[in-house]
């Protein structure tokens, strides 16, 4: 909780007053340190997130030994609330001088024309050269240790203008707690909130709903490669609040870059009450770090290097070394790369050290920080040991470089053995003109930029001679903010994350073709805004991904053009050992999750869907997009239909988007749906229950084996009793929804997968799937067990009854058959009596139906209690009993 302070234009009479307050709240401050467990704690404010962190022992300039501890710095990537405490001065700058600093530059620009009870409001957003700011009349409401990356958001007391919270909030893993805190705001409490880097597609829908009731309107149009800023009150109507939206990069022109004016709270009408989404659905962070823990085989080390958890900031050393003192400008630099085995890599920033002995996991291979270039902070480190392990971490690392972030590194020991040529592109893309010659244990320190087209001027490499090593990198240097001038920085829009897989991986020819290199990935915004709250969009949707690059691309793009998808609610599961999957899925802002499974798909599918439902713990129902497939446009505006009727009526425990019966010729009626009963497997996608899971999937291993052993096999019937019933005989039957036209394009697989699920059948004819995307669905309120027999009784009336024993026979084919019965029928459905299991199995041979066994008997496709609904070329059709 941040100490709050009144913004209010400062008068003469109070000046004493203020003085002697600041006093003793500074006597408070130096007493500002507790112990915990024995061990000293001390508040750190000049970070990117302020922290706890320990007192250790402290020897020589620091660096030179081992410290006893570090001082661990975690960035805001939980986004929780900072604490606002301050420590008394001496190596730590006191929090308050800062904030002294901030109102200091306020103060240049506040306009005393703004009369009582107006406030002066200035909001920038981010700029090429400035990170985002917000002034109230002469204070700052963001501090430095606040500007981190991600949203920054303060909640303001409209009454006495009291900053009352500040939160950064990284949304790289999450938005659920900016939505809760959003949520928590008390009403008509004021809200600030701008953007630091490129976040936008991490913005889920419910986030830009929840900032949409703080009068916020553009937040919806927010998209990626541009800032946000905005000004709104809880409850505030609807496009009320002051917003900007400025491309990154570009530079903030007079009244378009910034809030500036005169403002009176309340900013309008406030609405008398707000309508909460409740129990939105968010990747359980603790468990999905459990998991990967456990899908990893360790304890949570990272022994084999990578981006570490946080930024553990060491011994202050003034300049880094460098005499004479650098600039106001200018960021000073050490790095030392060692000497032999025995020694230690160093590097300091700013003042600070960030890599020695025992801080930030500094070892052999690559030891690399990045540091904002508007704040100067230091973003994120990471060790990779490119001596034993591939590149493949650190090629994502610096894959997900902001615009302009700064990145220094330093090697130790060897560092070119497993280093990649992907590698070595991206960092020849930030200014190296030394890395495609780096040998084996040379010495090589390198300071690049995210974006500039001419080499860094600040690299160095030395060569060993012989067995030797080489002579070692120590050099103090002075950095600017930028590398180049701004006619040197690169203007054309690039997405180099995608410049980087193509170039990486050779499969995906149209995907990877010049003209669409630079094509942006982003999320399809709905066009309908009353479904905004949709509870689709609340439903977390799993892919498990094959080993087909091709396919999975495929399977992606059908998603993100889903309007309204939520992005933070997709994971895309894969073969721990197929990493092209995860970093394809990080492309399309979605969230990859390797899976410690055999090579069988059916055993990585299984377990996929007990990871996601583990790390989605709130999920009552979940969508599983299987490999080989691609969703039609329309896939989650027929969920959404459904997904009403499943959770009102218990006996439904799957709504599939595939009809077995779907080819062009036996479907025909994008509009229809049909109950269909339990035996049909749950295949390709489709939305299930987490009741069903956890009495099949997640049950014990005999269950397990004995429903789900084959892929587009499992037998779930007898596991689909309802929980709490007294038997199995007293609980309703169960069901499933089928569309008569497909919401899925499936891909036909290889040989090896066809001879396992015995589906060849399923590819013998074109199928048919819905092309719309806004295809709305009729009668799903006779969907429910009772109505939808009444249903079958009056269609069963109105209907062209005919014997079935012609059918049988199938003499001259179906289509002889129908033509016969055609100015009969008059534009009725046909109705086919049949007799018995025998004849009924040669109509539909006849007809062409989908039919395979399936747990030791024979499957129908389509069938409900004896009936069967399709449109057979069409013509509405159904088979039932003779009566």
Known sequence: MRNSFAVGRRRPLLIIGSIVSIALIFSFVLSRQVTIDRTRMRYEPEVPAGAWVSDGERRGKGFSEKTSQGEEVLPPVKGEIQPKEEKKGGKIKDQKEEKRVASAKCAETFDTSCRSPQIHVR?????????????????????????????????????????????????????????????????????????????????????????????????????????????????????????????????????????????????????????????????????????????????????????????????????????????????????????????????????????????????????????????????????????????????????????????????????????????????????????????????????????????????????????????????????????????????????????????????????????????????????????????????????VAGESLGRVRLTLESLIAQPGINTQLVIVAHNKEYKMASDLALLFHFKPLPINATSKYNDLLLSSISAAFSIFPKATSLIVVESEVAATSGLLLFFSQLLPVMEKDESIQIVHAFNYNGFTRTSSSPSSVYRVDDTQPPSYIYLMRRSLYERSIGASGANLKACCSSLHRWSLSSLFSLSGAASAAAAAPAAVLVPDVSRVVVLRPDAITLADTGEAAVFREPRGFVKSSDERLADVEKLSEKEYEREMEKIEKASLSLDGGQWAACDGGYGSLMKKEEKRRDGKSLLIRYKDEKQVAEIIKCVGLYSNQIGGRQFVAGAYRGRIRFHLDGVPMMFAPLR
């Open 123 to 543: 909001i920038g957003a981010e700029t090429p050269s400035l990170p985002p700011y917000a002034c109230f009349n002469d204070i700052a409401i963001f501090s430095e240790a606040d500007i981190g990356r991600g949203l920054l958001a303060a909640s303001i007391d409209d009454v006495t203008q009291e900053v009352k919270e500040v939160a950064t909030f990284d949304l790289s893993t999450t938005d659920g707690r900016l939505i809760e805190w959003l949520g928590s705001l008390v009403p008509r409490a004021i809200l600030v909130v701008v953007s630091f880097g490129d976040i936008a597609e991490r913005l889920s829908p419910d986030a830009r709903r929840a900032l949409h009731r703080f009068g916020a309107q553009k937040a919806a149009e927010w998209r990626g490669g541009s800032a946000y800023a905005a000004l709104g009150q809880r409850a505030l109507e609807e496009g009320r609040a002051r917003e900007i939206l400025l491309p990154l990069g570009a530079a903030a022109a007079a009244g378009v870059g910034d809030i500036n004016d005169c403002f009176e709270f309340p900013l309008g009408k406030l609405n008398a009450t707000i309508e909460e989404k409740k129990d939105v659905n968010r990747v359980d962070e603790t468990k999905l770090a459990e998991l990967l823990r456990a899908q990893a085989g360790t304890g949570g080390a990272n022994g084999d290097g990578g981006a570490s958890r946080g930024v553990l900031l060491g011994e202050e050393w003034p300049q880094c070394g460098h005499t004479p003192k650098c600039g106001e400008d200018l960021l000073p630099m050490h790095f030392y790369s060692g000497a032999n085995k025995d020694d230690h890599p160093r590097m300091c920033v700013g003042g600070r050290m960030v890599f020695a002995a025992g801080l930030n996991d500094a070892g052999r291979g690559l030891n690399v920080a990045v540091i904002d270039q508007k704040s100067r902070k230091i973003v994120k480190t990471g060790h990779f040991d490119t001596y034993e392990k591939d590149s493949t971490s650190l090629e994502l690392f610096l894959d997900g470089l902001g615009e302009g972030d700064i990145v220094a590194v330093v090697s130790f020991d060897e560092a070119s053995s497993m280093l990649s040529d992907m590698a070595k592109q991206i960092f020849y893309e930030l200014g190296s003109s030394m890395v495609h010659r780096l040998k084996f244990r040379a010495s090589w320190f390198f300071v690049g930029q995210k974006g500039i087209r001419v080499f860094s001027p600040f690299e160095d490499l030395n060569f060993p001679a012989g067995n030797a090593w080489a002579t070692p990198i120590d050099a103090s240097i002075c950095v600017p903010g930028s590398l180049s001038g701004p006619s040197e920085r690169r203007s054309d829009k690039q997405n180099a994350a995608k410049r980087h897989f193509c170039a990486k991986y050779d499969r995906l020819d149209e995907f990877c073709q010049e003209s669409h290199l630079d094509d942006a990935i982003v999320s399809r915004p709905l066009t309908d805004p009353k479904r905004a709250d949709d509870p689709i969009f609340n439903v977390p949707i799993l892919v």
